[in-house]
């Protein structure tokens, strides 16, 4: 059975990736991946604001007084709250390429076209494989003008357009699915040099603890809302010319076949990997070529696309007019 799949270019033995997390900061993890199955290894976003912080941190050393480098700090997550440093991220690229004999894709989380651009050419030379670009723009200006979603788009288009051009190896964008016009967006990402779309980000959300009286950070490991992909997966399935890859709501066995077959080229996993350990990959994978012998598929691009909105026997299930049905077929 054939299960290998091409994402950005890059020829993976199969399609089920361990996901953005923490683990790719203990190298026995990483090879613990790679010897359960894993085609790839995505790391976890490097953000710009730790190399705001690092780039202060080595100016008040020598030029800046201590009062004012303390206020600028007061803007920034405390450095412990971060896994690796920008130069030891920098490192781990290299000591992981090292460590295992497949692919590896890194992340940077940028605020602006600099920090961007600056960091995705030091990951590209440390020797990743591919960039994911993770894209948490949030805007909370309500003032007329200020962030308008136009500028939102046009912002992130740009800075993936740069970003591609700057560098040789292939640029995914890692999406939030509260875009105003997907469809759009995404074939405009490609068309500026997004070899991948990763469909979605999973934005933590805030919660508020009701007997402290304070905000509180809610544990993202488990959440997930799979069907938000796979509509999209759906609709854009051969649309943009881009790789397409499923994040968030990926478990079982059950929910890469699913992905795969609204679209998807890969599936990331991260929350079940987290629960159960790298050997869990191993045991999603078998599980799935089983089901792909039972079902008589071949290779995985029989599979691939055959529920999507331009193939599947009810393309109006990814359209309004399901929502219409689904609430006019039920009863009390």
């Known amino acids: 059975m054939d299960l290998t799949t091409n994402y950005m270019g890059l020829k993976l033995k199969n399609p089920i990736l361990p996901g953005a997390g923490p683990m790719v900061d203990d190298l026995s993890m990483v090879r613990r991946l790679e010897d359960a199955g894993a085609p790839a290894i995505v790391m976890h976003s490097l953000f710009e604001e730790q190399i705001v912080g690092e780039q202060l941190a080595n100016y008040t050393a020598t030029e800046l007084p201590k009062e004012y480098y303390a206020e600028a700090l007061s803007y920034l997550p405390e450095p412990e709250g971060f896994h690796l440093g920008p130069d030891e991220y920098l490192d781990q690229i290299g000591k992981i390429k090292k460590a295992v004999s497949v692919p590896v894709i890194a992340s940077l ?71 105003t016009s997907m469809g759009h967006f995404a074939g405009q990402l490609a068309k500026n040099g997004a070899k991948g779309l990763v469909m979605f980000n999973r934005l933590y959300q805030p919660d508020i603890d009701v007997e402290l009286l304070e905000m509180k950070r809610t544990n993202p490991v488990g959440l997930g809302d799979l069907n938000l992909r796979l509509r999209w997966l759906g609709i854009l399935y051969g649309q943009t010319g881009a790789s397409l890859a499923a994040s968030g709501g990926i478990t079982t066995a059950n929910e890469v076949v699913k992905a795969i077959m609204a679209g998807a080229d890969v599936t990331q996993m991260v929350s079940a990997l987290l629960l159960n350990g790298p050997e869990y990959l191993a045991t999603v994978r078998k599980k799935f070529e089983q089901w792909m012998e039972e079902k008589e598929y071949v290779s995985l691009s029989d599979l691939r696309g055959s529920m999507s909105m331009s193939k599947c026997p009810d393309p109006m299930a990814y359209q309004r007019a399901n929502y219409m049905r689904t609430l006019m077929s039920w009863r009390m």
């Open 109 to 179: 989380n940028g605020s602006t076209t600099g920090g961007w651009l600056d960091y995705a050419k030091l990951i590209a030379e440390a020797g990743a494989d591919a960039l994911e670009l993770n894209v948490y723009d949030l805007s909370i200006d309500p003032a007329p003008g200020m962030r308008d979603a136009q500028v939102i788009e046009l912002r992130t288009i740009d800075m993936v357009r740069l970003v591609s051009g700057a560098v040789k190896i292939p640029v995914a964008v890692k999406l939030s699915p509260f875009y």
